[in-house]
């Protein structure tokens, strides 16, 4: 164990506990949660960080909109700056511009507006797992393939939000970048879930790329990358799926400017972006959709251009297990 870790085990030790007894109450007291009246579904994780959470609730929405229901995505906002929006509801709402995003803290309130305000007649909540006051009809929870355990700590030790045997509640677990691993990787996390969440329903998916969009004119396809010179920067929790993927394309990266998950970039931060990517002859900055949001408007005039690199689940295995489960949540007010 690393010096920091064992330091900050107590405190760990000390969360697990707490969000062990939290759950065992919500699990023992049924008046502790409230129905929203329609079905909920949740997509949510056991750690903190990325694990390709927004691409899956983006694909749950259109599939639900595809099925001609009227869904509302349920979020609260996290790490917005006072008076201003989060990145996350403003990289769902360019995404699903005819689906409302309910932006509240208080999930139960968000989802009574948004049946009230919105019509809605589903909801998607948007990072609940561990929100259990609102009661959901189907508990996805999703697992990083590239980093699937937080290191195996709880915080603050580690990355886990919960003890994993938080992963039994799950209804149907995801595995996501099941791309970007190799197989025996792939086969070690598969054992780990059986393991963790006997008998619970596996699905894997991948993140791949959709399309390379400028801030003006049509997007590009992302194969365009190819042999380019290529800056990436990103403020996410996990950057190296990021790196990767465009890696994957083709591009020849030439550098990266990596900032914290949720960064809030300022001018001086796209400036000095610009000026490293010139430096180093790069043709274009890559960004995420994450970050396009906060980083376009702040892009200086000239070269290189900023293009945002957007992404899409890619189904593995599992699709009709995983369709199956969302009809099953929706007829449950039938």
Known sequence: MNPARWLLSPLAIAWGGVMAARNAWYDRVAAASQGAGVPVISI??????????TPLVIATVRELVAAGRRPAVLTRGYHAAPGQ????????????????????????????????????????????????????DLDVVLIDALCPWGG??????????????????ADLVVLTRVNQVNESERLALCTAVARHAPGRVVVEVGIAADALAPAEGPPRPPQDLSRRRA???????NPESFVRLTGALGAQVVGTSRFPDHHRYTPADAEAVAAAARAARAEWVVTTRKDWVKLAALWP???????????????????????????RALETYA
Do not use: Y
Request: glycine letters at 12%; proline letters at 5%.
């Open 44 to 53: 949510g994780n056991l750690t903190v960080g990325g694990t390709g959470k």
């Open 85 to 136: 929006v989060a990145d996350e509801v403003l990289e769902l709402r360019a995404a699903l511009p005819e689906v409302p995003v309910v932006v509240d803290a208080d999930r139960v309130r968000g989802a009574a507006a948004a049946r009230a305000v919105h019509a809605a007649d589903c909801l998607v909540l948007d990072d609940g797992f561990q929100h259990r006051r609102l009661r959901r």
């Open 152 to 169: 195996g700590w709880v915080l603050p030790a580690g990355r886990l939000r919960e003890p994993l045997g938080g992963l039994r509640r």
């Open 231 to 237: 800056w990436l920067a990103c403020g996410l929790g």
């Open 301 to 327: 005039s000239g070269d290189p251009p900023l293009l945002r690199l957007d992404l899409r689940v890619e189904w593995l295995s599992g699709r009709e297990a995983w369709q199956a489960a969302l009809r």
